[in-house]
């Protein structure tokens, strides 16, 4: 990791980075960590926000209902930027899809509310020139494409497993022993198992090639990760539910991922276990 937070605290209007990526939040469940999220949007300015689709869960808030504070306030910060002046770009997933409704095709653009752009995918050009395809993914997860009931399926699985994992780490605390992630235990095998089937990673870079770009940002398998498939740049930037990723681009164009939790020494243990400074590092309008 190149920054600490210490070193958020700009002494001028020059944003800490020209671009960040973030996907899979998943507000509307109690397996999001908004506290963390909240965090990061406290401490992070950017030229360019693109959120990667699955930022509100509306598979889960049509069969329940829950939004709690924390939820609120990531939604505040990420307006919060857009008045400042970053450019936020909305790309919906397959959580969220309501939102597709709202994107026209007929609109390169993409319709903005609220300062937030809406589109359907986008092409970011890095300072260092290199072109990169943003999009969720979920298009190019078969399962998800062609057999929704199984996607929603393995979503209610894996939220049973969340909540399984609540409990297990309960007693390991009680028992002396340190944290340890059953619910991402188990999201790795199936995860590892369904990308192995469908060559995820490979049907995206084949694709960014296709249309003559140099890479693609995406999101969807919660599988943080930046390496180079035969000579295309293939960036997964993660999740908020565990893994707390974003990816990142320098003023140079260089890209990083950057672990949130670790960076700042979040336990995932504590069920809310981010104390965060209310006030923030604040947010500076792009230079």
Known sequence: MTHSPSAARLSDRRPLYRSVFISDTHLGT???RSDFLADFLRNTSCRQLYLVGDIIDGWRLRR???????????????????????????IPGNHDEMFRAWVDPAMPGGLEIAGIRLAAEAVHVTAAGTR???IHGDAFDSVVRYAKFLALLGDGAY??????????????????????SLSAWLKRQVKEAVKAIDRFETALAAEARRRGLDGVVCGHIH????RELAGVLYIN??????????????????????????????????????????????????A
Not at 65 to 90: C, F, K, M, N, S
Not at 171 to 176: C, E, F, N, Q, V
Not at 223 to 226: F, I, K, N
Not at 243 to 250: D, G, I, K, Q, R
Request: one cysteine or more; glycine letters at 8%.
């Open 30 to 32: 109690r397996g999001c």
């Open 64 to 90: 329940s209902w829950y939004w709690d504070a924390q939820h609120d306030e990531v939604l505040r910060l990420i307006l919060r930027h857009a008045r400042a002046g970053t450019e936020v770009t909305y």
């Open 132 to 134: 990169l395809l943003v």
């Open 159 to 180: 939220a049973a497993a969340l909540v399984a994992n609540r409990w297990f780490n309960a007693a390991r605390r009680r028992l002396g022993y340190p944290y340890w």
């Open 223 to 226: 599988h943080a990760e930046m």
């Open 237 to 286: 930037d993660g999740d908020w539910v565990e893994s707390c990723t974003a990816l990142v681009e320098h003023h140079d164009g260089r890209l990083e991922l950057i672990d949130w939790a670790a960076l700042r020494g979040f336990s995932f243990a504590d069920p809310r276990g981010a104390r965060t400074d209310p006030r923030g590092l604040g947010v500076s309008a792009p």
